[in-house]
């Protein structure tokens, strides 16, 4: 008598693509996010290559790899920044290849690169207030206000300054609800006593976190977190992990790393990229114990 094979229970077993409306719940209780064949080519060199790769809900995960391993690529992939040659990207229980980057944005992916993106004339509530999400929360997102006159976009920060106390006299201010989630946010990063701060003045490590703070402001459900540790004193990379540890309570985290005293704070999955493939996945012990990684790394 013939037995019915057992359903697999691995999504990896899957071609998302046919299986897709079978297994989707399957998928999306088991990953936000999970890139299937993606590779990424350019002028003929595989930058990126990865069979399959999938983070879990509220996974804080580390990516690390030598120079040139692909890491960044794989966040532009991810985040819309570069559309893959191959394969599939699924965010969230959808398909997100090759969306447009602002499309996957408001899907819920939101990133900081590894040069804080804050503007340097505002102080760190203006920051704040430029990153509210919804115009009609307060004076608008920076996109809505590049829409509404293109000097911002211009490198003139002062022209910037202006235009923004403009707005916020005709503009209004940000509701109580805004107001109060400012303040939470800015509470639990260290930043309320420096409101009125300008973001020029603030450390390297209070920068970061002002970029990281106005990215939460629109509630990513993954957070692509490009080498947050880079540049910071042993202090402020010891509360660094700490408050990402915290983050991961709401979002999925992908932190890009180099620095390995850091990488062991955030005692988290690692995945190790190199030549564009995902080359071992475990605990930073076990990953620093692996062969094939201790030559990829010495190897360089
Ligand atoms: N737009 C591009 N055009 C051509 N080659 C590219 C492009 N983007 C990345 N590469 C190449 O792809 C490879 C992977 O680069 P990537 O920046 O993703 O590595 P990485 O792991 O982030 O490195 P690092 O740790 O030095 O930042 C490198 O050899 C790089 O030169």
Request: proline fraction near 5%.
């Amino acid at each position: 008598m013939q037995t019915a094979t057992p359903p697999a229970t691995d999504p990896r077993q899957y071609d998302y693509a046919v299986e897709g409306p079978r297994q989707s719940q399957l998928w999306a209780q088991r990953y936000i996010l999970f890139l299937q064949d993606v590779t990424a080519v350019f002028d003929g060199f595989k930058a990126l290559d990865i069979a399959d790769l999938g983070i879990g809900h509220n996974e804080l995960r580390v990516v690390v790899g030598p120079n040139g391993a692909g890491k960044t690529t794989m966040c532009d992939v991810i985040s819309g920044l570069t559309k893959p040659t191959t394969g599939k990207v699924y965010f969230n229980g959808g398909e997100i290849t090759g969306q447009d980057e602002t499309l996957i944005a408001q899907q819920g992916v939101g990133r900081k690169f590894q040069i804080p993106n804050v503007f340097d004339s505002l102080s760190v509530w203006e920051n704040m207030l430029l990153a509210l999400p919804n115009p009609a929360q307060g004076i608008g997102s920076k996109d809505h206000l590049r829409k509404l006159d293109p000097r911002i976009s211009g490198p003139g920060g002062l022209a910037m300054l202006r235009f923004f106390k403009h707005c916020q006299t005709v503009g209004g201010k940000a509701t109580p609800e805004a107001r109060d989630r400012i303040h939470d946010i800015l509470t639990r990063v260290r930043l309320i006593d420096d409101l009125h701060t300008p973001a020029k003045s603030l450390s390297h490590g209070q920068r970061q976190w002002l970029a990281i703070s106005s990215l939460i402001l629109a509630s990513p459900k993954l957070l692509l977190v490009d080498e947050p540790a880079a540049g910071l004193t042993d202090a402020e990379t010891a509360l660094t992990a700490e408050l990402l540890l915290e983050l991961k309570d709401e979002h999925t985290i992908i932190c890009i790393e180099h620095d390995m005293e850091f990488v062991r704070q955030l005692d988290s999955r690692v995945t190790v990229l190199n030549e564009g493939q995902v080359l071992a996945e475990g605990t930073l012990d076990q990953v620093q114990s692996d062969e094939a990684v201790i030559e990829a790394y010495l190897g360089r």
